[in-house]
């Protein structure tokens, strides 16, 4: 996997979470088709950008992640 490919499923995981700013992570896996190590890249990719948060619901064992976006 290179920077290229990495930016690309960054931009699939955008274009999910841009439509439903809220995914549990096994469900944006399955809606992008990518595997764990592609979507945990696209994520890091997206996080260092600052354009997604997360949040962990400790009951349930769960991360979320939302679009990161402000108006202003």
């Known amino acids: 996997m290179d ?3 990495i ?3 960054a931009g699939i ?3 999910v979470l841009k439509d439903n700013n ?3 992570y ?3 896996k399955a809606a992008t088709g990518l595997s764990d190590r592609e979507l945990n890249a696209a994520i ?3 996080a260092r950008e600052d ?5 962990m619901d400790p009951v349930h064992d ?3 992640l939302s679009v990161n976006v402000y108006i202003g």
């Open 13 to 15: 995981v955008w274009n």
């Open 44 to 46: 890091g990719w997206l």
């Open 62 to 64: 769960k991360l979320f």
């Open 26 to 28: 096994g469900e944006l």
């Open 51 to 55: 354009k997604i948060d997360f949040e």
């Open 3 to 5: 920077k290229y490919q």
């Open 22 to 24: 809220h995914w549990e």
């Open 7 to 9: 930016g690309t499923n």
